[in-house]
């Protein structure tokens, strides 16, 4: 029998905004599936980020919590840091050091 994976990590590029979101929630909710211990979301990559792509990762976030598990994020120095930060939710996450 086979558990669940430890981690897995979801990597986004390019804009997280409304025109982009469906295809990031369906790839968050495929590696959901997996059911792993910890989802690592890669914002580092990111060129842009509006209040749809936050509420994406706070969605993720919360399902994480409710089922016992954890997210953390990727953020490197660019972009999705400092709109994290602005909003002051460095501190709901684990953010790991990027790439």
Do not use: H, K
Not at 18 to 31: F, G, M, N, P, V
């Amino acid at each position: 029998m086979t558990g669940s994976p430890p981690t897995v990590e979801v990597v986004l590029t390019g804009e997280l905004d409304i025109s982009t979101y469906e295809d990031a929630r369906r790839r968050l909710e495929d590696a959901e599936r997996a059911c792993p211990d910890l989802l690592v979301v890669d914002l580092a990559g990111l060129r842009f980020v509006d209040s749809s792509g936050v509420r994406l990762i706070l969605s993720a976030d919360d399902r994480a919590r409710q089922a016992g598990r954890r997210v953390a994020l990727r953020l490197g120095d660019g972009i999705a840091r400092r709109v994290f930060a602005a909003l002051g939710l460095l501190d709901r996450f684990q953010v790991l050091d990027a790439r």
